[in-house]
């Protein structure tokens, strides 16, 4: 995926019209249409280097998809909706096709998950690990212990503990910095911060939670501050659930530890 929207626009947005489901000659037909403003087949075929007989066909696949109007003149012209328009266009596509794959998996989820998760499950990828901690704060009923790198304790999930607190959960915080203690602070008054285990600079740890005492998930950053947050090498988690469930068991025993040395007024 291009990395730098700025620095090539055009493979960039070709690119992403692809994702979209846009063939390609579509994608570089469109592409052409933003940067001409109107055009005729010839013109399209001249910038996009797509063939000037498959420039119908694409003109047809964007029409479809409402993003060309087309002139009947002769020779025919052509003109592109303006990227706001477009983009507009395509989240609520995207919205859709959300819900309904939201819906779809729902009716194919058991009635009652599993409470107990056999075995140390993995995950892998920045984003993927916190997609799952954003799950599991969703699902906290009683408290989440967080212990994290300043890094990684981003907004959005400074957001799920924040709806965590505002439904009772208590929330205990630990392994960051000052500051980001204060902007928590603000933002959940209830939370209450802790000692870190260890120094988290001389290791590579990402994040270790428990929540509810039954659900716990620790974490590694494995490929240093080179790595993409997408890429799958960018962090890797294990996660258990259950209260008899291995990983459960270790990391509660050092979480309860821990949090019966803190003092009242720590």
């Known amino acids: 995926m291009s990395s730098d929207p700025t620095g090539h626009p055009e493979a960039t947005a070709v690119e992403q019209l692809e994702h979209f489901g846009l063939s390609t000659y579509a994608a570089r037909t469109f592409v052409a249409l933003a940067s001409l403003g109107t055009g005729t087949a010839r013109d399209v075929s001249r910038v996009s280097e797509v063939p000037r007989t498959r420039v119908y066909d694409a003109i047809d696949e964007l029409h479809d998809r409402g993003l060309v109007d087309v002139l009947q003149s002769s020779p025919k012209q052509f003109w592109a909706i303006s990227a706001e328009t477009a983009s507009r266009t395509f989240e609520h596509e995207l919205q859709s096709r959300t819900e309904l794959l939201r819906t779809a998996l729902s009716e194919l989820e058991p009635v009652e998950r599993r409470a107990e998760q056999r075995g140390v499950w993995t995950v892998d990828g920045q984003i993927a690990v916190t997609e799952r901690v954003r799950e599991f704060f969703a699902s906290a009923e009683e408290e989440i212990v967080y ?24 929330i205990k915080l630990a392994g960051v910095s000052t500051e980001v203690q204060d902007r928590i ?26 929540v509810d005492g039954r659900k ?25 659930e259950g209260e008899t469930n291995s990983l459960v068991v270790v990391l509660k025993t050092i979480f309860t530890w821990r949090l019966d040395t803190i003092e009242p007024d720590e």
Do not use: H, K, Y
Not at 226 to 237: G, K, L, Q
């Open 185 to 210: 602070q603000d933002a959940i008054p209830g939370a209450t911060m802790f000692e870190s285990l260890w120094v988290w600079s001389d290791t590579s740890a990402g994040r270790l939670m428990m």
């Open 216 to 240: 716990t998930l620790v974490s590694a950053l494995v490929n240093g501050e080179n790595a993409s947050p997408s890429d799958p090498r960018s962090e890797t988690a294990i996660w258990g």
């Open 147 to 170: 212990m994290t790198v300043e890094d990684l304790l981003t907004e959005d999930l400074i957001e799920g503990l924040s709806e965590a607190g505002d439904r009772g959960v208590s």
